[in-house]
């Protein structure tokens, strides 16, 4: 089993990731829901981390420093630095303020200095707020953003033809790594026989929702 249907394998056995009924924020029925948020122990944030160094290393990219944006990518960029250093590939990271410091040190920016190839690291992407803020704070300081990785990639369009991550993609010209994808999650659900219903509607749900890769 590859270190993606791990990931699925883990995230379901956490119940981070659920099947059933849920309302997506575009109003959909949706039969599964993902909430990295419930990664909340040290146990379960350690390993989730070892997930994101892996598709790190898988995807390639020559990366100077880790940012992650304020709230979930604190936690996320932090695990995230020391699993790759475990890994034997010791990166500086960063991360935001939501509020200006006004004293000591001063200003929205924590940790090392964003200067080079730096990779942001949060959760999901949903609407895009958060890369962009990121990839304004990036280019203000003067750095390059050269990606972002994200734990799971819907592959679901948005109000347009274009899903969420392809839309970062067009519009910064950076690369989306997912530690896992739409497609994982539905070679995960195949392989199941206890799942094959939990299959089906997920199947039929990309079937209406669903972009292309690529």
Avoid: W
């Avoid at 981390?49 to 880790?66: C, E, H, R, T």
């Avoid at 942001?120 to 990121?134: K, Y």
Wanted: hydrophobic share 45%; charged share 20%.
């Amino acid at each position: 089993m590859d270190f993606r249907q791990e990931f699925i394998e883990f995230a379901v056995g956490q119940n981070v990731l659920r099947f059933g009924e849920f309302k997506t924020k575009a109003g959909r029925l949706s039969p599964y829901f993902f909430n990295a948020g419930l990664f909340n122990d040290g146990a379960s944030l350690d390993r989730l981390a070892q997930f994101y160094a892996k598709a790190i290393v898988a995807s390639g990219l020559q990366i100077d420093v880790l940012f992650g944006p304020a709230y979930k990518g604190i936690p996320l960029v932090a695990a995230t630095a020391m699993a790759l250093a475990q890994q034997g590939r010791n990166l500086p990271y960063a991360y935001n303020r939501k509020e200006a410091k006004d004293h000591g040190e001063g200003g929205t920016l924590v940790g090392a200095p964003l200067a080079g190839r730096v990779l942001i690291v949060d959760d999901v992407i949903s609407a895009g707020t958060s890369v962009r803020e990121s990839v304004d704070m990036i280019r203000a300081a003067g750095a390059t953003p050269c990606g972002v990785v994200i734990a799971l990639d819907r592959m679901e369009r948005g109000t347009g033809a274009l899903s969420a991550v392809q839309e970062v993609e067009r519009d910064y010209g950076i690369p989306v790594v997912a530690v896992a994808t739409l497609e994982d999650l539905l070679a995960f659900l195949g392989g199941r026989a206890d799942l094959q219903a939990n299959a089906a509607a997920v199947a039929a749900y990309r079937r209406e929702y669903g972009v292309a890769r690529g």
